[in-house]
Antibody, heavy 119, light 107 residues
């Protein structure tokens, strides 16, 4: 069965960096687009970024553009989110999610990893 | 950017009730709309995609309809497991966006 497992969250000071990982299993990772979606405490869902199956196209929410970088290593079945210049408003649970085979809704989700930006 | 607006924000209902949640897009998104259910402390779960297609394994009491700018999620007969928060999401164009959520509470 499809499994997505995020890691790398934690407490970080404003202005610092953090890299999240998402280990995928149970499907052909290299054939599917992947996303990061976040949820601030007590708030709704916010799409963060997407990367196509082969890494050829990436897109970001305006709120993270220029600070966050999505990438993938298809040889390791792993998705990444490099987060730089972190702000308090980046505090959230970060989920990775896989697209379906034919459209970019979020078919499968990880359990999430909490990032807290605080001094 | 496309804005998604759900109504109501909170809905109180009883087991066995039929409930409907509405989602409106700020511009036409054709049928590129998904619905998710989220329970406290858990990841969202896909219910409906392409506005009206039921995800595999999702009970048939869930249904979706609409196209263009107005969409609905209907639960035909509420079960105890259905009380949760529901989100719509457009995947017509980047940046993808969610509605603010509808919390379905037990009356």
């Amino acid at each position: 069965q499809v499994q997505l497992v995020e890691s790398g969250g934690g407490v970080v000071q404003p202005g610092r960096s953090l890299r999240l990982s998402c280990a995928a299993s149970g499907f052909t990772f290299s054939s599917y687009g992947m996303h990061w979606v976040r949820q601030a405490p007590g708030k709704g869902l916010e799409w963060v970024a997407v990367i196509w199956y082969d890494g050829s196209n990436k897109n970001y929410a305006d709120s993270v553009k220029g600070r966050f970088t999505i990438s993938r290593d298809n040889s390791k079945n792993t998705l990444y989110l490099q987060m730089n210049s972190l702000r308090a408003e980046d505090t959230a649970v970060y989920y990775c999610a896989s697209s379906s085979w034919y459209a970019e809704y979020f078919q499968h989700w990880g359990q999430g990893t909490l990032v807290t930006v605080s001094s | 950017d496309i804005q998604m607006t759900q109504s109501p924000s909170t809905l109180s209902a009883s087991v066995g009730d039929r409930v409907t949640i509405t989602c409106r897009a700020s511009q036409s998104i054709s049928s590129w709309l998904a619905w998710y259910q989220q329970k406290p402390g858990k990841a969202p779960k896909l219910l409906i995609y392409k506005a009206s297609s039921l995800e595999s394994g999702v009970p048939s009491r869930f249904s979706g309809s609409g196209s263009g700018t107005e969409f609905t999620l209907t639960i035909s007969s509420l079960q105890p497991d259905d009380f949760a928060t529901f989100y719509c999401q457009q995947y017509y164009s980047y940046p993808y966006s969610f509605g603010q959520g509808t919390k379905l509470e037990i009356k």
